[in-house]
């Protein structure tokens, strides 16, 4: 059988079916929570210099750990290098936003 040729009830479920695929590992986002992708515009690695580390993406400040922090982080799992095109989910705050408060926070190469 060719798939021109499935009836309506399969052929719809074979689509929705491909359009969950590759989503199904991406948890929702919440209302305070943020996804975006970017590329690494600047670097601040002085967490226990000034007490932040934070990457720049695309105009957006993401603080991915605060000096002696006892809180829960997410991960920076991408080299920090300037052009690096990385995937984002934070927590929104009136800066930007931070990977504090869920360790499935994440700054990641862009796939």
Excluded: K
Aim: proline fraction near 5%; charged fraction near 20%; aromatic fraction near 8%.
């Amino acid at each position: 059988m060719r798939f021109r040729d499935l009836p309506m009830p399969a052929l719809l479920l074979c689509v929705s079916a491909c359009s969950l695929q590759g989503t199904l590992h991406t948890p929702p986002t919440a209302a305070n929570e943020l996804r975006f992708a970017g590329a690494i515009e600047a670097i601040n690695d002085g967490c226990l210099a000034d007490g932040i580390c934070s990457l720049t993406i695309d105009g957006r400040v993401v603080v991915w750990m605060v000096g002696w922090s006892r809180d829960t982080w997410g991960q920076v799992s991408v080299e920090r290098a300037i052009g690096t095109p990385v995937e984002v989910w934070c927590r929104r705050t009136a800066d930007g936003c931070e990977l504090r408060g869920n360790a499935d926070y994440y700054v990641r190469a862009a796939r």
